[in-house]
């Protein structure tokens, strides 16, 4: 922070430092007569001619001149009554003789050589807002991309890449054509600049190249075993059982629909990952360490960073791992597994169907089927594997095996589908509909064989109750029709999975989340006050998004094989140009103007109701924080081009342009535009995030709502529902809460006690929120948490 206060201005820094702690404390002189002072008690006079100490330290932090006298503060009004060079400090700058007749003939010089000694000590270093001083195209430029090692040693004229930055300034490098061999880390000095070339960035076909040898096998051995233990007779599965403490009530997979991806996903998901977690909290949290780039895995327009540099290794340990050779790599692990076969049967009487798998059980239901292979397992912490129910809807809804029309309403208006409402005037059947969710412009997306089309709008009466659907044939459906049922099955599945696919995972962790990571942790330094708020808002995004885009949006990988798509990485390639900007998305929570244009039944939803509670707050929280250090980021209201906010402005506009989004941020923008931008994507990866990404109540259910269905059938298939069961469990693991304490985050920054004060104060009002929304709940008859800060997660960690 000194640092910053000296370049904002160097000779009132220097005015203030003499004040605060001066060179000269104290000096010399002798009473020109008689005086009578009071010392320990009792009165002492002392002749003329008696020596006399005078102590300008003391005088310099006189509460009684100078306003909060014991804060170093370089803008303080009172500067010019500091006692230094030899007089009160307006009269030496102006020479006035009268009141300092000794004053230093030499002031204006000592303080131009300190401002060029401190100026010239200081070029290297880097405060938290702005570039080096004295910074200029050339040799002291920050490094980046590929560089050359030019340190003696082993590794001299090595080609390497830039993977991180160490907060002390070494630059951290890996071999540029092994990628994960780590060659040590290195000051400016010792490496050669190459090619500014960023980070390397590899697709689906790199990753599998770059598998050694003994991967594939390695990655069947596994496999074998899990299928093995869920699906064969083999004579030894019982003590892997054993091993992984299988629950005894739990049936075994068939190879009449399980086969051998699902039975070593489940496996993976169930024993190797949610039965090992614990929940995370605030404290999960990490101070960042580094700043700068690391390799990238690209699919589609998305790239995602291999590792996050706030959760690195320590150095000492990377050579380890790299050694560490039991097991393929993250990245080369998930490339083998696309490799399973991949079979749909759909088309199979004797194999994947329903009547097969319920046989011989004692389930109601399909749901309690696919609940089975869940609910006898705990978390390591005693938590619940699937994800808690919050709407039993089958209870409500599911009346003589016929799902009553208010179930479309409450999902829609009351729940996950609010957002995506809107206003028409709509004749049919003798009355007029008011509105509308159009899902028909989907409907050309091509599916595998014999699954059915995602679309179809459907059209509500004025009161919210589904009245019609227009179907992907052209055809409109009335309620009362044969095939109604099937319709709104179809239009359910769709509807959650289009929110699914779009607003939650591109929109929320691609498009917002992954790109506000990769700028902050690029760009912005350590100590750097925005660096630590975004902290909290990108805490584990790096990680969740580089598992999603391998899980979730590779192809032949999970979500594909669980969803009826074809084309799987081109659909990844289309679906960014169709987000929305978040700014512009969320207008109805923050402007007045956007809300009055909602559909009536839409104002009243819980959704905008609450949602503009918490992003309100949310907006407060983002306008006090940057209050405290503005002047290190805008000059006269625009964001300075010297502050390590532009460079991560900059970057972030870069990742919107080459993912082809859609956005209104621009570099010569006022702050005040930036922070309303800043505030909108914080929303997005927080109260949107929640609103959105709950499902766990739908997809427990594969006659309520499924990714995937064979026309004409009104439930998803076995083989599909418990591909969708396994990623809805694994997606819902619980992460830090919104309202949890984040102060750590925060310490050591300039104005940390200012800072921790404001997060505090956004506690309380999220406290004020919670109690809110309690109270609205408590008067709803289908309850809505998701804008509850005690719900709500930090980040799009999950």
């Known amino acids: 922070s000194h640092l910053r206060l000296f370049r904002k201005d160097k000779a009132s820094y220097l005015h203030e430092l003499m004040r605060y702690d001066g060179a000269v404390t104290s000096v010399t002189t002798a009473l020109k007569e008689k005086q009578r002072w009071k010392m320990e008690g009792r009165d002492v006079e002392f002749p003329p001619g008696t020596p006399v100490q005078m102590v300008l330290a003391s005088a310099n932090r006189d509460e009684a001149v100078f306003r909060h006298a014991s804060e170093f503060n370089p803008d303080r009004a009172d500067a010019n009554e500091s006692l230094a060079w030899n007089g009160r400090l307006e009269d030496v700058i102006t020479r006035n003789y009268e009141g300092a007749p000794r004053l230093c003939p030499g002031y204006h010089v000592s303080v131009k050589i300190a401002e060029m000694v401190c100026e010239h000590l200081t070029k290297d270093l880097h405060s938290w807002g702005m570039k080096p001083s004295g910074v200029t195209d050339g040799d002291d430029l920050p490094l980046d991309g590929t560089v050359k090692i030019l340190k003696k040693g082993r590794n001299q004229n090595r080609i390497a890449q830039i993977s991180h930055v160490t907060r002390a300034g070494s630059y951290c490098v890996v071999d540029k054509a092994k990628r994960h061999s780590h060659l040590g880390c290195y000051a400016h000095s010792e490496l050669e600049q190459l090619d500014h070339d960023s980070t390397f960035s590899r697709s689906l076909a790199d990753e599998l190249n770059r598998c050694p040898p003994f991967a594939q096998t390695a990655v069947t051995v596994v496999a074998d075993l899990a299928t093995s233990t869920y699906m064969s007779e083999w004579g030894v599965r019982w003590m892997i059982e054993k091993a992984i403490k299988k629950h005894a009530g739990t049936e075994h997979m068939t190879p009449d629909w399980a086969g051998p991806y699902v039975a ?61 050779v039991i097991l393929p790599p993250y990245n080369c692990f998930q490339a083998m597994v696309r490799n399973a076969p991949f079979d749909d049967l759909l088309n199979h009487t004797d194999m994947n169907q329903w009547d097969l798998v319920m046989k011989d059980n ?84 091509p599916v595998r064989d014999n699954f059915g089309k995602f679309g ?96 979730l949006v590779g192809p032949e990988h999970t979500l594909h094989r669980a969803s009826p798509f074809r084309d799987f990485e081109d659909l990844s390639s289309v679906v960014p140009t169709l987000l929305e900007e978040p700014f512009a998305l969320h207008a109805p929570l923050y402007a007045d103007e956007a809300f009055d244009k909602l559909p009536e039944l839409a104002k009243v939803s819980p959704y905008f109701a609450d949602g503009k509670l918490l992003y309100g707050a949310i907006d407060r929280l983002v306008h006090k924080y940057f209050a405290v250090y503005e002047d290190g980021i805008c ?63 739908y997809y427990s259910d594969p006659e309520l709502a499924a990714m995937s269905w064979k026309e004409g059938e009104a439930y998803s298939r076995p083989r599909q ?33 200012l800072v921790v004060n404001i997060w505090e104060e956004f506690k309380q009002e999220l406290d004020e929120i919670s109690t809110l929304i309690d109270k609205r709940n408590s008067e709803r008859k289908i309850k809505n948490y998701h804008q509850d800060p005690n719900i709500v997660e930090c980040s799009v960690a999950v």
């Open 721 to 753: 529902h418990m591909i969708l069961a396994i990623i809805t469990a694994f997606t819902a693991k619980k992460q830090p809460k919104l309202i949890e304490d984040y102060a750590h985050v925060f310490k050591g920054i300039d104005n940390e006690d």
């Open 635 to 697: 000059k006269d209201g625009i964001l300075s081009e010297n502050s390590e906010a532009y460079l991560f402005t900059a970057t972030l506009l870069a990742s919107y342009q080459n993912a082809h989004y859609q956005s209104s941020l621009e570099l010569d923008m006022t702050c005040s535009a930036l922070k309303k931008r800043l505030s909108s994507i914080i929303w997005t990866v927080t109260g949107w995030h929640r609103h959105v990404g709950t499902v766990g109540d």
């Open 264 to 324: 070593p996903l489940y496996a993976a998901v169930l024993h190797g990952s949610l039965r090992t977690y614990k929940q995370r909290h605030a404290d999960s949290v990490p101070i960042p360490m580094y700043t700068g780039r690391v390799e990238q895995f690209t699919i589609g327009s998305l790239t995602i960073p291999e590792f996050d540099i706030d959760n690195v290794w320590p150095e000492e340990d990377f050579e380890a791992y790299e050694d560490f």
């Open 456 to 551: 179809n709008d459907m059209y509500f009466t004025e009161n919210g109750i589904p009245a019609m659907i227009h179907t992907t044939d052209g055809r409109e459906i009335g309620r009362g029709d044969k095939n109604w049922q099937y319709w709104k099955f179809a239009w359910r599945s769709s509807f959650l999975t289009i929110i699914t696919l779009l607003d939650h995972l591109h929109m929320t962790h691609f498009r917002a989340g992954s790109t506000l990571a990769k700028a902050a942790r690029a760009t912005l330094s350590p100590n750097n006050p925005l660096r630590r708020l975004l902290s909290v808002f990108t805490f584990g995004t790096i990680d969740v998004n580089l598992g999603a885009a391998h899980t």
């Open 362 to 445: 004692a389930f109601a239901r399909k749901k309690d089927w696919v609940l089975s292979w869940f609910k006898p397992y705990k978390t390591a912490d005693g938590g619940e594997v699937w994800p808690d129910v919050e709407v039993d809807f089958a209870s409500i809804f599911l009346k003589a095996d016929m799902w009553d029309d208010e179930l479309e309403k409450v999902m829609t208006f009351d729940l996950i589908g609010a957002h995506r409402v809107r206003a028409t005037e709509k004749e049919f059947g003798g009355e007029t509909l008011r509105y509308v969710i159009n899902l028909n412009e989907f409907k050309d997306i």
